[in-house]
């Protein structure tokens, strides 16, 4: 089971990602906030600092992840070409 299914490139995600150093990502409906953040720190290298999560009315489930000082969002923005 892939608890990250893909990161969400809309207007808002971009927004979030210059002023709060946050990107979304689509995950898995049965994965937790614990999974997903070992999951993306394993997959980048980076220290997240916090993990919302929401179910949208469509059924997905997208997980808000707070990145460290030290890590810009912009960067793993850049990783996984969405920059």
Do not use: C, W
């Not at 999974?35 to 997905?60: C, V």
Request: proline content about 4%; charged content about 30%; hydrophobic content about 40%.
């Amino acid at each position: 089971m892939a608890i990250i299914k893909r990161p969400s490139a809309t207007e808002k995600s971009i927004r979030m990602m210059e002023s709060e150093n946050k990107l979304i990502f689509v995950v898995d409906l049965k994965a937790t906030k614990k999974e997903i953040q070992k999951e993306l720190e394993n997959m980048f290298k980076a220290k997240i600092t916090k993990i919302t999560t929401h179910i949208t009315p469509q059924g997905e489930k997208k997980a808000y992840v707070a990145f460290s000082k030290e890590t810009p969002a912009i960067d793993i923005a850049t990783q996984l070409g969405l920059m």
